[in-house]
Structures are given as C-alpha cells and as structure tokens.
C-alpha cells in the first residue's frame, strides 16, 4: 500500500459525517476497507496519522497522539482487548503500523537478538525472527535490557537497531532481511539505549559509548553511511569535581535524535553526554551546541517548542535547560533561557502540552508542571501508588499517561491544576514507553503485550 491520497482521506470523512444507522454505517466502512485492497487504481491506505505510531514518543518524536476514545481505565480483566505473552528480556516500545505491531526482544545474557510481528486485531505473533546471534555480548546493567532501543517504521519496512551489535531493515510482510550492519563500533559501557529516527532517506542513529561517541545517518534503502559526525565536545576526563576518569559513565549517552524544523529548515537535535548538539541532518554538519559539564549521560529525548529546546542534562541528577533555537557555535552562555534541578527526569522524557511542560521524576513518582517558556512552577505532586519511572509519558485529547515500574498507570488532567483522572494496574512492571493507535493503548510489560481498548 502507498501514504493515503488527500483525495481518499476527504472520501471517507464524508461518508463518515453521514447520519447513517450503526449498521449501514459499519457496512459502508468495510466496503471501504475491501475497495482498499482489491482496487488496484486506488492504491491508498484509510490508515490515519492517529491509527499509527511508528516509532518511540510517536509520529512527531515527542509523546503526542491524535487518537480519540482511548481508554481512562483498565485492569487484568478490563479494557484488554488482548494479552500476549513476549518473550525475553527488553525495554523497546511497541511500534504500530497498519495491521501490524512489531518489537524487539532479547535473551537475558545478550546472546539472541530478535524482532517480533504480531497482528494488530487479535494479538498473534506472525513473525518471531531472530536476526543477531552475539558470541560475546558486550556487558549490559542489569537494570538496562539488549532489547532497549525502540524500532522505527514505515510503510513495508521496520528498521532495527540494538547498538553496535547489529542494526538490520526488514520487509514487515515477509520477514526477510533487506539489509544490515554489524560493523559500527561502539562500547555501550551498560547496554544501548538510543532509539533510531528515519528523516527522509536518511536512518539517523547515536552511538555514544566509552570508547566512540558519534551520529552517523545511513542510507535506508541500502544500509549505506551517508555522514557519520564525531562528538565535537572535550571531555577533558573529568568527573563533576574536576579529578581525572576515564570512567565510561562520563561519555556514554541514551538520547534519541530528533529531527524538527525551525523557521523553515530542518534541524537535527541530539542529546549526548555534557552536551546537547544540532545539527544539519542532511549533511551531518554542526549547527551549534550547549555544553553542560556538571553532569553526564543523557538519556532523555529532548522536546521542542516555543523556539526552545528542552532537555535534560544527565542521568545522575542533571538539569532540565530550555535552550532558544538559533545560534551558532557553542552557544552556553548566551542561549541558555532558563535552569530547573528538581525533580529533573533522568530517565523519562518530558511532555509539552500548550504552555506547560510536564515532567515526572524517575525515582519518586513526582509529577512538576513548569510554565515553558519561563520554567516557573505551577504544581509539584506524587502520583499517587507509585513507584519508580523509567518509560516517558503520552499525551492524548487532555489527558497524560503515567506507567511506572511496578504497573501502575495513572492519568492526570493536562492542566495548570493537578488532577488525576483514573489510576490502573496491571501484572508486570512497566520499563517500555506506550504505543497509543487508533482507539488502543498498547502497552508493554516485563512479560506481555496488551491491546486495551474501551
């Protein structure tokens, strides 16, 4: 199938603002559906911005779905559509396109690298593929998986990565692998964590260990290196209080790229350790960067609005900085808008709703509403039940979703006053980002897959 047709979308939006009986109106939907596949002159897909999620934070990178009608409350016994049991040990998020929903997987020790198709309707896994046999697996914390960074797709293609190890596209309706790589060096120091971003043919992807710390975009038809641009900061082996290291703590990041526009051109933002760089993502040429030497490790996805970039300056408590886009060179001491050190996330991302930035600590369950374009607080609660926060939040129709590492899910009102909606539990722990497509949630445990949907 090919990217839908403004033609078709205005098609179906007719016919769906109808008043039609329930059952006419389903009918003509289905004939719909069937002209879709059957029609060769039409060669357009009814599958919506809002009934796909194609890679982490989805469509846009930053934690934002236009879905409608997903579900506020969900238990073991309600709201799931189904639960499948996955394999293995990973932290990647679901990644959901047309009928399917594809993830990476792990054996515990690293020695199996695997991607996973299921059909989107019933939760059947079509394809188990194990693309990686690793002899000697680097070593990875045992509070990081090999299955960390999430999947990226598109239509007919799915773009894996686990690091150094192996990074491969695969056909998502036969399985078959297209292309890979197994020759981008990289000590990940405690296991990969950065998820890849596609920017027209370009596959953009950080590898930022002890040893190299780079971005390198490949060719996504072909797997070949377009630009590979080395790390321009000295880390001059210091640690916070100015002794020597060369501790792998201290270079190694997780961020994931993410490319926006600003006045008109494109921008290639990327988080690494005591710096936080853009880039021209055609050419892989440095636009700017702000350093941040106190702290190290980044591992959130920056989110950007308001011309400001905002992103978290280390693993171990860093800072949340909005940084105004613009700029050239080392841009620290006058692109700065504003800091903020408590409460800072270091490991989910933070989400921008309208004029409040929302942000939830990982090891409290501390929820900070900052005004974004001033980093004023406008509230400051714990979720409620709650334990520690390792996947990032999602946004949908008012509302933000909150999962943490002992099941919870909690939903609060996008709002300049607190207030939570609903509170959820489920089985396992969560340490994956949701995936929110159509009318579903599709969340993933330690152990399983769930579609919940009302």
């Known amino acids: 199938m090919l990217p839908r047709s403004p033609v078709k979308r205005q098609t179906y939006l007719r016919v769906s603002q109808l008043s039609l009986p329930a059952d006419l109106f389903i009918m003509l939907k289905n004939r719909l559906s069937t002209l879709r596949f059957l029609t060769p002159l039409l060669l357009v897909t009814?599958?919506?911005?809002?009934?796909?999620?194609?890679?982490?934070?989805?469509p846009a990178g930053q934690g934002h779905s236009t879905a409608?009608?997903?579900?506020?409350?969900?238990?073991?016994?309600?709201?799931?559509?189904?639960?499948?049991?996955?394999?293995?040990?990973?932290?990647?998020?679901?990644?959901?396109?047309?009928?399917?929903?594809w993830l990476t997987t792990a054996s515990e020790n690293g020695t199996e690298l695997l991607a996973i198709g299921i059909d989107r309707a019933t939760g059947k896994i079509v394809h188990d593929l194990k693309l990686f046999q690793?002899?000697?697996?680097?070593?990875?914390?045992?509070?990081?998986?090999?299955?960390?960074?999430?999947?990226?797709?598109e239509e007919g293609r799915l773009y894996v990565t686990f690091g150094s190890p192996g990074t491969a596209c695969l056909d998502t309706q036969t399985g078959r692998v297209l292309w890979e790589r197994r020759d981008l060096l990289c000590n990940h120091w405690r296991g990969a964590g950065s998820s890849p971003t596609l920017w027209k043919n370009l596959l953009i992807m950080h590898f930022d260990g002890s040893d190299y710390q780079y971005i390198i975009a490949l060719d996504k038809k072909t797997g070949k290196t377009v630009w590979k641009t080395d790390r321009s900061i000295d880390f001059q082996d210091l640690t916070p209080e100015g002794k020597p290291t060369r501790d792998g703590d201290f270079r190694k990041g997780f961020s994931s790229p993410l490319v926006i526009t600003h006045e008109g051109k494109p921008i290639l933002v990327s988080a690494a350790s005591k710096a936080t760089y853009a880039y021209e993502p055609e050419t892989g040429k440095e636009i700017w960067r702000v350093e941040e030497r106190k702290h190290h490790s980044g591992t959130v996805r920056p989110v950007v609005g308001h011309g400001l970039v905002f992103t978290a300056t280390g693993l171990a408590k860093g800072e949340l900085w909005a940084v105004k886009l613009g700029g050239t060179g080392v841009v620290t001491d006058t692109h700065v808008a504003w800091k903020v050190a408590r409460n800072v996330p270091n490991r989910p991302s933070p989400i921008l709703v309208g004029e409040l930035l929302f942000m939830?600590?990982?090891?409290?369950?501390?929820?900070?509403?900052?005004?974004?374009?001033t980093g004023q607080e406008v509230w400051r609660e714990r979720l409620p039940g709650t334990g520690n926060h390792s996947c990032s939040p999602l946004y949908a129709e008012g509302r933000i979703y909150f999962?943490?590492?002992?099941?919870?899910?909690?939903?609060?009102?996008?709002?300049?006053?607190?207030?939570?909606?609903?509170?959820?539990?489920?089985?396992?722990?969560?340490?994956?980002?949701?995936?929110?497509?159509?009318?579903?949630?599709?969340?993933?445990?330690?152990?399983?897959l769930y579609r919940i949907e009302n």
């Open 68 to 101: 409608t009608a997903l579900p506020l409350t969900w238990s073991e016994t309600e709201h799931v559509t189904w639960k499948t049991a996955i394999h293995g040990k990973a932290w990647s998020s679901p990644v959901v396109f047309g009928g399917q929903v």
């Open 360 to 373: 939830v600590d990982q090891d409290s369950g501390v929820v900070t509403c900052l005004q974004a374009k």
């Open 403 to 448: 999962f943490s590492e002992n099941g919870f899910g909690t939903v609060i009102e996008a709002g300049p006053q607190f207030k939570v909606l609903a509170e959820n539990k489920v089985e396992a722990g969560i340490m994956a980002s949701p995936a929110a497509a159509g009318k579903a949630l599709f969340l993933r445990t330690k152990t399983h």
């Open 46 to 58: 009814t599958v919506w911005s809002d009934e796909n999620w194609p890679q982490f934070r989805g």
């Open 134 to 153: 690793i002899e000697k697996p680097q070593y990875a914390d045992k509070f990081n998986s090999y299955g960390s960074p999430t999947p990226i797709i």
